[in-house]
Structure formats: C-alpha cells, structure tokens
C-alpha cells in the first residue's frame, strides 16, 4: 500500500474510532455511549464500511510487518464484553490479514486451580506478546474487576488472606491494573483495550439466533442466560472500571456493538490508528550489511548449481 494512500486511511480510521476513544475516565458516563450508535454511518453505508475495512486490514498487514521486522514494539489488545457481543467475531474479522507468526491470542476463563494459587496478574503476565508481535487478551485480569466482583463467591475461592480481601479491594485492584499497565508501556508494550458495548435487547435477539440456528447452537450456554439476570450490577462494574483505568497510554474504547459491522470498523481503526503512533520503521541496513549484500548477489550471479540429482 502506497504511503499517501496509507496516510490517508490512518486519517479516516481515527475520525471514526476518536469518538469512543477514552483517556480520561472522570467524566465517563457508560449511559452516554449508545450500543446501536454507528456515527458517523449510515446502515446504508455498510457495504461501504465493508470496504474500507477490507482496506484497513489491508493496512493493518502491512504495519504489522514493520512491526515484526523492527522487533522493539509489543502491542497488546484486550477485549472485554457481556456475551454475545461480538468479542470472537471482531477479533477474528481485525486479525485476518495478519500474519499468524506475529500475532498471538490468548483467552482468559474461570482460573484454574494452579492460577487460583497465584496473584491475579499471574497467569496474564505469562501471555504478554514479545517485542513484534501484537498479543490479543480475550477476557484478561479486568475479569478481576467484573465477574469477580458480581459473584463474591470467586473471589472467596482466591484464597487472599482476609485482611486484604475487605471493601478496599476493587480500589487496590484499579490502582495496580494501572500501575502495571504503566510498567508494561515503559517497557515498550502499547495497549489499548475495547468494551463492545451490546444492549440487552440485542443480546437478547443473538441468544434467540443461536437456539434457532441449528450451526449456532454450539454457542448457546444456560449459564449465559443466568449472566443476564445481573445486567445492571455488571453495567455498573464496567462503568467503575473504565472510569478507574482509563489513560492517555492505555485508553478504553466503548466500542457501540449491536452492529457487528460497525463494531469491527471501529476496532480495526482503533488498531491501525495504535500502530500508525508508534515510530515503526523497517530497521536500517547499514553500510557493512549493504556491502554483504552486493557480495552475496555477485557470488549468486556467478555461482553454477551442480544437478539437483
Ligand atoms: P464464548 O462464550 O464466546 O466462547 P467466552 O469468553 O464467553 O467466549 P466462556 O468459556 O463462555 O468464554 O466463558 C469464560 C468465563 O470465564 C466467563 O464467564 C468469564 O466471566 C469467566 N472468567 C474469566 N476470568 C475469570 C476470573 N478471573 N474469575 C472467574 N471467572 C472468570
Ligand atoms: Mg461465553
């Protein structure tokens, strides 16, 4: 892809995404972000959201491997959402162009009973991407700060000595989620972090669709439908979260999620957008390996292959 026409892109990329781009959670409000919103689109300019999508993993392709190549750069991306709201299928739509030895994606569920016998940030930390790689956290230590707080009975489970498993715990958990996403960023780590906001109604009509569609069913889980009877204390649980740890190095994005379409536009814009901000550049050849180089295609030149058999 040509430099003007990625430039471009980038542009147009980052007017769509900067509206749900928070850094600063003071003055967040999650009632603010409509899940049906697709501003500045129209549902008659899908197709054509379709397209440049198609374009932006195009791009997205081509960061990535200048990413790889430099080999300085960690990207990591998490993705937080109630069921059903598109978590599998945006990473899956974004990543596509990407290629898979500079992409890694790691899901996080219920703790096993070797991670229960840790601290939380434990079992996520052993998935970090390496320098070049961009590493995809479905569900991440912000499960701490969600289902662990909707359900008490998990955080029993960990096993903390009392005394630091009192009221303050949520606020501790903030303050070190942050303290360890700010370490992660001066080690050379960009973050950046999605709530695909679904509203209830459109979970609603997804779940109906996966027991109506017999290549659908698979996803249907009972325990699904139970997660929706505690709609409101998760809502608030999010809203808290990103209020806490929403920074100018490792922003939230409240993704609008009851149109997949959009919701991938957004996420695929919020991806190149972190890539193109990074100083990514292919790394320098110098005069040395230059001078390797021209030897080795003389030699090549003038080399004659014996038979192959
Ligand atoms: P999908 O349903 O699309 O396959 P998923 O991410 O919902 O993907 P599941 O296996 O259905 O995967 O669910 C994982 C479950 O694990 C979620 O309910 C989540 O809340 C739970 N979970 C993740 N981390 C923790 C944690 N630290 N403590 C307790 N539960 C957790
Ligand atoms: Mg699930």
Redesign the pocket.
């Known amino acids: 892809m040509a430099r003007m026409k990625l430039k471009k892109l980038v542009q147009e990329t980052r007017r769509l995404c900067q509206p749900y781009c928070i850094i600063d959670g003071n003055r967040f409000r999650l009632k603010d972000v409509d899940p049906s919103d697709t501003h500045p689109l129209k549902p008659e300019d899908k197709e054509h959201a379709k397209e440049t999508l198609a374009m932006g993993i195009e791009a997205l392709a081509k960061l990535q491997d200048i990413l790889y190549a430099q080999d300085s750069w960690a990207v990591l991306l998490i993705f937080q959402a109630m ?2 709201a598109g ?2 299928g945006a990473i899956k739509h974004v990543m596509s162009g990407i290629n898979p030895q500079g992409c890694q994606v790691a ?5 096993s009973a070797e ?1 229960l016998d840790h601290d ?1 940030l434990w079992r996520c930390q052993k998935s970090l991407p390496e320098r070049g790689r961009i590493g995809i956290f ?4 912000y ?2 700060v ?3 707080r909707v ?1 008490p009975e ?1 955080l029993a ?1 960990q096993k903390l000595p009392p005394t630091l498993a009192g009221k303050k715990i949520w606020d501790h958990r903030f303050e070190d989620i942050c303290a360890f996403e700010r370490y992660l960023t001066r080690n050379g780590v960009a973050i950046r972090k999605f709530f695909l906001h679904v509203s209830q109604a459109e979970q609603k009509r997804r779940f109906l669709e996966r027991l109506d569609t017999p290549e659908k069913n698979w ?1 249907f ?1 009972e ?2 439908i139970a ?1 929706r009877q505690h709609w409101r204390e998760y809502m608030v649980a999010y809203e808290e979260m990103i209020r806490a740890t929403a920074t100018p190095w490792a922003p939230w994005y409240v993704v609008p999620a009851d149109h997949k379409w959009f919701t991938r536009a957004v996420v695929a814009g919020a991806v190149i957008d972190a890539l193109a901000s990074l100083d990514l550049e292919y790394p320098e050849v110098g005069k040395a390996k230059r001078a390797e180089l021209a030897a080795a295609r003389k030699a090549l030149h003038a080399s004659k292959d014996p038979p192959a058999r």
Do not use: G, Q, T
């Not at 479905?138 to 230590?141: A, C, G, K, Q």
């Open positions: 069921d059903a978590k599998d899901s996080f569920k219920a703790p991670e939380f479905n569900r991440s230590y499960e701490e969600l289902v662990v359900h998990f489970k996803k889980s325990a699904d997660e």
